[in-house]
């Protein structure tokens, strides 16, 4: 028996098993504390996808109505999306909801995370999820607590205007202490945007041009501010101004109106630089090329009489006893005068005149054409009266006489201009309107807006063109004068084409 006890003590055959089973229980550990890890990631993950898809659905509602915020929160909670949760201690059907603790909140910006409760000012949803427990596996060998998981997320209704002229005007109404932007009160009224400093900082009501495609090249924006459809990007939440004044960039603005100076002849046979379909600005020019470069003065803002100007023809002028300082006028104009130099004898004033409206118009009078004037701007404004001639000139409803609307159709040469284009007869775009533009609006005093330094966008409006831009010697020369239609929207003037929306996870 000896020898084989012997044996016994020293047989090493089955050394690894004890070996084996104290490590079995480290491999059986690795591998719980795996399976608990991979289960709190793909539950992180999981809420991640959640509160993303939640945040980005409340943001499509964020578009400044009084309903926005209810109807975002509405949208986050399930009404577009429904985000349910498998991983965890429970199963949620939909993981954002109004009784689970999670925080929604809405942010006027991302710079000071100021919160608001206004519809109109919200511009992003923030959205912040409970801690969700799971439990674990190991832990509860270890005598641990449960995993918790939770995630965040930001999200933003954008917008962008594209397809517009790379322009942009500061905030007219900004002051030292207020950046209010209400184009709303300002529909009607003619504004003068005088040209951006060749240096330094802008000033409220000057314009300048924005840089095309990324790049300061005054061809490129030349060539943008005169083609249909421009050849640059979108232009949403921050802009860059080009650098300083643009010289000969008014020819291109001009070719708007049947004006092609300045080596600009090529572009008469173009129909990417078609002129609008009404381009009277009140001087005499002869039919066909030699009407391609005129003289054109600024408008004029003289009320004190409203005898009918010689010569048959009248450009649509501004404001009574507006300067030529940066700003808005008051918004009265001389419109008994227009009426009776271009639409002699029709009425003696044109704010009681009911014009006609095409068959089948579910609104009239005035309105059809445009929105009224606010703010004291009276009615009809000019882009009122410049519709309703459009629809003269297109035939949509009787014309009712004129001596430059009857002449202009008839294309022969005479005193005046002409209604209709009479150089660039390639086919006059229309959609926009060549003399309705959408620029970019920028607190330019409180941002530090200057050549080459941009900042963030406050809205977009648009704004009817009076008038070709005039030559020194006129002392309004190089000056763009305008009028407030109204902000721009995907149902406006402009917006309707060039106005695009969307959603955009920041955090």
Known sequence: MLPRLANFARNTSGAVAPLFAVGLIAFVGAGALAWDISRGYAMRAELEAAVDAAALAGATQLDGQSDAISRATTAAQGALVQNSKRMGNTYESNVITASSGDTIQYLTDLTSRTVTTDSTKAQFIEITLAPRPMGLIMGALLGLGAFNGSAHAVAGYGSAICKVPPMMICNPQETATSTTWDPSVLIGHAVVLTPAPSAGAFAPGQFGFLTVNSSNSAALIKDALGRFPPLSECYGETVTPAGGNIASADDFINMRFDVYANGLNSQINDAAYAPAMNTIIG???????????????????????????????????????????????????????????????????????????????????????????????????????????????????????????????????GTADFAKPQCNTKGAQTDPDRRTISVVVLNCKADGIKAQHGGPVIGYVDLFLLGPIAKAPDPAAQILFGEFIGATTDTSAVGKETRFYSVRLYE
């Open 283 to 413: 001087v005499k020019a002869a039919a066909g090329s030699s009407s391609c470069n005129p003289t054109v003065t600024s408008p004029s803002n003289d009320c004190s009489s409203t005898t009918a100007l010689a010569g048959g023809a009248m450009g649509l002028p501004r404001d009574c006893d507006q300067g030529v300082a940066a700003g808005t006028g008051s918004g009265v104009w001389n419109a008994k005068q227009y009426f009776n130099t271009n639409h002699p004898g029709l009425t003696s004033d044109p704010s009681t005149y009911v014009p006609s409206v095409p068959a089948g118009a579910t609104t009239t009078g005035w309105a059809y054409y445009g929105p009224n004037g606010t703010g004291g701007a009276i009615t009809p404004t000019r882009y009122q009266v410049y519709k309703w001639e459009l629809a003269i000139l297109s035939n949509q409803i009787p014309n009712p006489g004129g001596a430059a609307f009857g002449q202009g159709q008839a294309g022969s040469s």
